[in-house]
C-alpha cells in the first residue's frame, strides 16, 4: 500500500524552525508524517493519533525501526484533550484528509470508484456511529439535502435526496448510490462538473457519519487552550475545515495567544500536484502559541 503525505516539504519547513522534540501527529493515518518527522529529526519523539485502528497497527509495523522514538495510540483527535502529558509537546500537525488506505478499501465504503458496502466509518468497531446506509434510510428528505449542501456544497442536494428517499431499490452499497445520483442529475449537468458526480454527496455523508466538523472543532477548541510554546500545523483539503481553522487562528491571534505564521495559506507545487492528484485541494495553515 503507497502513500504520499501531502506537502511534506512544506511541513517540515515550518517544524525544523522551531522546537521538535516532542511532536504530535494527530492524524497518524499509514505514517507518512511521522516518518518524515523520524527521519529528518533524530532527536524528536513522535506520537501518532488515529481512531481507525487498521491505521495504527500498519503505522506501528511501518515505523517499528525508530524503536521508541515512536509510539501510537488508538485516539480521535477530538479527544485530544484526555490523552496525558499533551500539553507537553513542541509540534501539532494535522492532515484532515482521509487516508489512502481507506478510500483503497472497498470495504470501507469510502470510494465512489470502487464497489462496496455504504460504511464510511473511520472507526468501524464505534457502534455509536451510524453507517453511510442507515444515514440515508433513518433521514428524511429535509435532512438529506442538509447534510449534502452543509458538508458538500452540492448544488443538487434537493434532487439527490428527493430521489434517494423515492428509490424503490435499497442503497446499500457505493455503485448503489453512485448509479443514482447518475440517474438523477442531467447528462449535460454531469459534463460540466469537472469531476466524479457522486463525489460532493459522498464527501459529505463521510462528514457526517463520523461528526467530522465537531471532532475538528472539539480539537481547536483544546488547541486553543494552551498555554506553552507550540507550533500548530493543519492540512485541509474542502472549504468546511479551511474555513473553522482560518476562524480559530484569527481569533487566537486577536486574543494574543500567538501568531499566525502563513498570512494565506499554502498551496501544493505544480510537481507534487502531478506526482500525487490528491494533493490538488490541499492548503496549510500554520500558528504558533507563544506562552502565556
Not at 83 to 108: C, W
Not at 239 to 264: A, C, M, P, Y
Amino acid at each position: 500500500m503507497t502513500h504520499e503525505p501531502v506537502m511534506l516539504n512544506e511541513v517540515l519547513d515550518f517544524v525544523k524552525k522551531n522546537s521538535h522534540s516532542r511532536i504530535l501527529d494527530g492524524t497518524l493515518g499509514l505514517g507518512g508524517y511521522s516518518e518524515g518527522f523520524l527521519k529528518n529529526f533524530p532527536d524528536s519523539f513522535v506520537l501518532g493519533l488515529d481512531r481507525d485502528q487498521q491505521a495504527i497497527n500498519f503505522a506501528r509495523e511501518r515505523l517499528k525501526i525508530f524503536g521508541e522514538r515512536f509510539a501510537a495510540v488508538h485516539k480521535n483527535f477530538g479527544e485530544l484533550e484526555n490523552i496525558p502529558n499533551i500539553k507537553s509537546f513542541d509540534v501539532y500537525a494535522f492532515d484532515l484528509g482521509v487516508s489512502n488506505m481507506q478510500i483503497t478499501t472497498p470495504e470501507r465504503g469510502f470510494s465512489f470508484q470502487n464497489d462496496g458496502p455504504l460504511d464510511m466509518r473511520m472507526n468501524p468497531d464505534d457502534e455509536s456511529l451510524l453507517t453511510a446506509r442507515e444515514v440515508l434510510q433513518r433521514c428524511d428528505e429535509r435532512e438529506l439535502a442538509k447534510i449534502f449542501w452543509d458538508y458538500g456544497e452540492e448544488k443538487f442536494s434537493r434532487q439527490i435526496a428527493a430521489a434517494i428517499k423515492k428509490s424503490r431499490k435499497p442503497l446499500n452499497t457505493t455503485s448503489d448510490l453512485v448509479n443514482l445520483i447518475r440517474e438523477t442529475l442531467p447528462q449535460p449537468v454531469q459534463r460540466k462538473m469537472g469531476t466524479h458526480p457522486a463525489r460532493r454527496v459522498f464527501q459529505a455523508l463521510r462528514i457526517y457519519v463520523n461528526n467530522e466538523t465537531q471532532e475538528l472543532e472539539n480539537l481547536l477548541k483544546t488547541l486553543g487552550n494552551f498555554h506553552h510554546d507550540a507550533l500548530i500545523i493543519f492540512v485541509s483539503y474542502h472549504s468546511i475545515e479551511d474555513r473553522l481553522v482560518k476562524k480559530n487562528f484569527r481569533e487566537w491571534q486577536n486574543e494574543n495567544k500567538g501568531k499566525i505564521l502563513t498570512r494565506h495559506p499554502l498551496t501544493p507545487t505544480e510537481f507534487e500536484i502531478s506526482q500525487n492528484y490528491r494533493a490538488r485541494s490541499a492548503k496549510l495553515r500554520a500558528f504558533f502559541i507563544i506562552r502565556y
